[in-house]
């Protein structure tokens, strides 16, 4: 049973999350899982991160990656290509790490540059390698309610609800932000425990309407200080995913924080005193702490499974061997 996170009152009311103290005691659990594993299969889990370009932030997170897996005991292995890597090359790599019995998780590092399809890439991960979650076999999983990998930052959404013991159930739940990695998902994971869940996104006409009717209210849109007291019924539980960088180089959400967190019963940001925190120090930002510790978690969870005990037992695909998926992403539609 998970520990509770320590709380945090601000000076007039609402909680603050400080997923600081929840993401050590998940990372304590984790040693002690991958030891287990270790000693059993001889091996630890491992993990292969594609990194191609030389993009700054993506560099960042990748080192952040490799140091939470390190942290817990997993094995992290980075393979970095030239930002010109001709599509074949890179589908050959992940090929490779597919079929590599070593190999338990493959994450390519988002974004790619503009002349990879990112569609094409990622539906060549195999399916139980996917520990993003970004495969459609995984997306349309998630759906129906049986995703093998749910993606890692809508679950640690999920879980910080759960650590605090804030019901989901029967509650209004508003999700701002309809993106494919953040928004989608955390509205479909919190509809299946039983939300009542509105999403809201760049065309919604008259955003505070929606807003001041939640009672969990999650931003993911990418704007900042979008969110102001006005539109956050008081009471409100607000988790606040966004990370922007201003001109003056401070990091603030997508909630005006300072403000809405008096108004707010409890809290959530992913950045902390106006910049972003850095993963393996002191400072873990809520969301994002939770999110390395969980792909772990997921990590740990597979190095048990072969190839197709990943994939549910009534799939069509559950007799195919690694080398045969291929056929898998024809199924989906891949190209």
Do not use: W
Not at 115 to 126: C, M
């Amino acid at each position: 049973m998970m520990n509770p996170v320590n709380l945090v009152s601000t000076t007039a009311g609402a909680k603050i999350i400080d997923g600081r103290r929840h993401a050590r005691h998940l990372r304590e659990a984790l040693r002690v899982k991958a030891a287990g594993l270790l000693a059993k299969f001889a091996a630890p889990p491992k993990l292969t991160v594609i990194l191609v370009g030389d993009d700054a932030p993506s560099r960042l997170y990748v080192a952040n990656k490799s140091r939470a897996c390190r942290d817990v005991g997993i094995e992290s292995v980075v393979i970095t290509l030239p930002a010109l890597t001709p599509l074949e090359t890179l589908l050959t790599v992940i090929e490779e790490q597919n079929r590599d019995a070593s190999v338990h998780g493959i994450l390519v590092q988002l974004p790619l540059p503009r002349h990879l399809p990112v569609h094409s890439v990622l539906e060549r991960i195999a399916v139980e390698k996917d520990v993003d979650g970004f495969h459609l076999y995984n997306v349309g999983s998630l759906a129906v309610g049986t995703a093998v990998f749910p993606p890692c930052t809508p679950y640690g959404v999920q879980k910080l609800l759960e650590a605090e013991g804030i019901p989901i159930a029967g509650q209004n739940v508003v999700v701002v932000g309809a993106s494919n990695i953040v928004g989608k998902p955390t509205a479909m994971m919190l509809m299946q425990r039983d939300a009542t869940v509105c999403i809201c996104h760049a065309k919604t006409r008259d955003l505070a309407q929606f807003t001041i009717l939640a009672d969990i209210l999650v931003v993911a849109a990418g704007k900042p200080n979008l969110i102001v007291p006005q539109m956050v019924k008081t009471g409100a539980v607000v988790i606040d995913v966004g990370i922007n960088r201003l001109p003056d180089g401070k990091i603030v959400g997508d909630v005006d924080f300072e403000v809405v967190s008096q108004k707010a019963s409890y809290a959530a940001r992913q950045y902390h005193h106006g910049r972003a925190t850095d993963v393996g120090r002191t400072g873990l930002s809520t969301i994002e702490a939770e999110r390395k510790a969980i792909s772990a978690s997921k990590l740990c969870s597979i190095v048990r499974r072969s190839g197709s005990e990943a994939i549910p037992p009534d799939s069509k695909f559950a007799s195919k061997s690694s080398s045969e998926r291929p056929c898998l992403r024809a199924f989906l539609g891949a190209r």
